[in-house]
C-alpha cells in the first residue's frame, strides 16, 4: 500500500469495536468496511471523480470490475478522460 493514513482515536475505537464484533483482525474489518460502502456509495460520482484513470478495468467503481463478485456494474467512461 503507498498511503497509510492516520485514524482518529474515535475511529480507531470504533473499527476495534467492529473488528470484536466480527472477530477478526482491525485490518479485516477495514476491509469489510469498505466492501461494505461499495455496496451503498454512488459509484458514478466515485468514478467521475477519480484522478487515476488507469486501474478501471479492476476498480470496484468502474465499469467492468473483477475486484468482488458482488460489484458487477459501475459508472459510464467520461470521454475525454
Not at 466492501?35 to 454512488?42: L, N, T, Y
Not at 484513470?53 to 460489484?71: A, D, L, M, R
Amino acid at each position: 500500500m503507498a498511503y497509510t493514513p492516520e485514524l482518529s482515536q474515535q475511529n480507531s475505537s470504533t473499527l476495534r469495536r467492529i473488528a470484536w464484533a466480527l472477530g477478526v483482525p482491525m485490518t479485516t474489518a477495514l476491509e469489510k468496511v469498505f466492501e461494505e460502502v461499495v455496496q451503498h456509495i454512488d459509484k458514478p460520482k466515485v468514478c467521475e471523480a477519480c484522478r487515476d484513470k488507469t486501474q478501471c478495468s479492476t476498480c470496484v467503481f468502474g465499469p467492468v470490475s473483477t475486484k468482488t463478485e458482488t460489484i458487477t456494474t459501475g459508472c459510464t467512461p467520461i470521454p475525454g478522460r
